[in-house]
């Protein structure tokens, strides 16, 4: 039976193909191909919803409670408690661009620039792409074996505390009952709100939800549709693809998005936050662009006034792009992509990566990390104020790969064992101490070739009330014998009442200088990976 909403969202469908068409300025011309009669498109653009009225509502939320759409305001905002407590996320990056699975989430872009192994690819399999564009995939977005709970059993057994999946991606097709586009997961594909489902299933697994948003970098993403022969350039498939204007004008200033486009990301990203209430909203970079700054002060001011009458209050993450910051400092939290901090930041922060090495969507052959570098980085993210958001790339069918199953499964046992060393702890007065230098920022997908591994010389500290906990990095070669140069007694000058290290029975024998914390180590590690001793008053 028909969904009573499709009318509607082929009108909308209809409206946001006419907006697309301004912003590029390029005439609108409805092929047959579209859900909708040429003749009753026609009609319908001429008719097409005003939302000046929505938008009047949601810039009045925006400036009616504890925030307004200013820095000045948005300065006050707290970071809630249980984003600091957590420390530990996944992100998942699922949609449409899993079906090619090939060279990841990015594939719907490369596939239409003529200079890319991609678009060879997409030809020699799939014909021309005026015949078989990347819409052309959605059909194949089956979902058949995607379970909500399932999944939230594999975050459970991760030890993470919160999970991100991914609400819509720069390709412009949503996960979820999108009123604004006819191009999501309840119109077409899996034919069913795999938001509202997960949503369902962190709420009874006791997991805080958040959503991203990719939405911004739509205005640029398919330009190479522009360049080559595509579906890209038929007017019936302008509300997916959208302007397809090139990202290096763009970038350079000179063709910023439209008031039209701008307007379309608010109300889209509103949307999300009615429907299901995110204890976190995630953005892509290139929201941080000067185009941007009002919509994103408007809708802030928004998430925040509507998240202070929620049980918790909820966070918001942004990234930096180069000279523009979409945030003052502390009014937001700060994501940095496959990349960390040197030492400790004032503020909390985030570093989102991937257990795949060059992918976040799934691909069929991936090159993955290694749960011990990856425990390792979430002990070092920690100790500097931060949490991390590791992300999964499920199958089209919705079946999370074993491997990727079996990589979360030995963080999480891991954690069983040492968790009390992340979660709920604070910085100490330094984070560590060790000969590996991390390298402060963003890396991305080249990350394996700036990341060196952590070695026994390297221990990060974090604190929870009475209890210091100093974990070393690498088990002591060698030696029966440690000295922890930073709990001196100038650093601690406290008494200290024992010293254990975690899944070890028996305390360990220990005395202080001012030189540090000497300790006889146990004759095995109680653990695989990092071992955590414990300092108590």
């Not at 300025?25 to 929505?54: G, H, I, R, V, W």
């Not at 820095?71 to 949609?95: M, N």
């Amino acid at each position: 039976m028909a969904r009573k909403m499709i009318p509607m969202k082929s009108l909308l469908a209809v409206t946001v193909a006419t907006l697309l068409a301004a912003c590029s300025e390029q005439p609108l011309e409805m092929s047959s191909t579209t859900k909708t009669s040429t003749t009753e498109s026609k009609s319908t653009a001429m008719d097409a919803p005003d939302y000046s009225e929505k938008l009047s509502d949601i810039r009045s939320v925006a400036n009616q409670g504890p925030f307004k759409a200013n820095w000045e305001s948005l300065k006050d905002y707290e970071i809630p408690t249980w984003y600091q407590d957590a420390k530990f996320g996944i992100f998942i990056h699922w949609g449409v661009y899993s079906v090619p699975s090939h060279n990841g989430e990015w594939y719907p872009r490369k596939m239409y620039l003529s200079d890319t192994e991609e678009f060879a690819y997409q030809q020699e399999k799939h014909g021309p792409l005026t015949e078989f564009g990347y819409k052309d995939f959605i059909p194949q977005f089956t979902a058949k074996k995607f379970d909500a709970d399932k999944w939230l059993d594999v975050v459970k057994n991760s030890g993470a505390k919160y999970i991100v999946p991914v609400a819509e991606h720069h390709d412009g097709f949503s996960m979820y009952d999108n009123s604004y586009s006819r191009w999501d997961a309840v119109e077409m594909g899996p034919k069913r709100d795999v938001i509202a489902e997960l949503k369902t299933a962190a709420s009874k697994a006791d997991i805080y939800f958040g959503l991203s948003s990719h939405r911004a970098e739509n205005w640029w993403f398919f330009e190479g549709g522009r360049e080559v022969p595509s579906d890209v350039q038929d007017e019936a498939y302008r509300d997916l693809y959208g302007p397809a204007i090139s990202r290096e004008t763009s970038e350079a200033g000179e063709t910023p998005p439209t008031q039209a486009f701008l307007d379309d990301w608010l109300l889209r990203t509103v949307e999300i936050v009615d429907k299901y209430e995110p204890d976190l909203i995630w953005f892509d970079w290139w929201m941080a662009s000067e185009p941007f700054h009002q919509h994103v002060k408007e809708f802030t001011s928004y998430f925040y006034n509507k998240g202070s009458k929620w049980d918790d209050m909820p966070a918001l993450n942004y990234k930096d792009l180069g000279e523009f910051r979409s945030f003052p400092p502390g009014s937001a939290v700060l994501d940095i992509e496959r990349g960390q901090m040197s030492d400790t930041y004032e503020h909390f922060w985030q570093t989102d990566t991937s257990v795949s090495k060059t992918s976040w969507g799934y691909v069929t052959n991936p090159s993955y990390r290694d749960a011990n570098s990856l425990v390792d980085d979430l002990i070092d993210i920690v100790s500097k104020n931060g949490s991390m958001l590791l992300n999964i790339g499920p199958k089209p069918d919705g079946t999370i790969p074993q491997q990727e199953i079996d990589l979360l499964a030995e963080i999480g046992s891991w954690l069983k064992l040492n968790g009390e060393a992340i979660y709920s702890t604070r910085p100490w007065v330094t984070f560590g101490e060790g000969s590996t230098v991390v390298i402060d920022g963003t890396n991305s997908n080249d990350a394996e070739e700036h990341r060196k591994d952590f070695n026994s010389s390297d221990i990060r500290f974090t604190q929870n009330g009475d209890a210091l906990y100093a974990t070393l990095m690498a088990w002591p070669e060698n030696s029966d014998e440690l000295t922890i140069r930073s709990i001196n007694s100038d650093n601690y000058p406290d008494k200290i009442a024992s010293v254990t290290m975690l899944g070890h029975d028996e305390a360990l024998t220990f005395s202080q200088t001012e030189k540090g914390l000497t300790i006889t180590l146990p004759d095995t590690s109680p653990s695989r990976f990092a071992q955590v001793i414990k300092i108590t008053k």
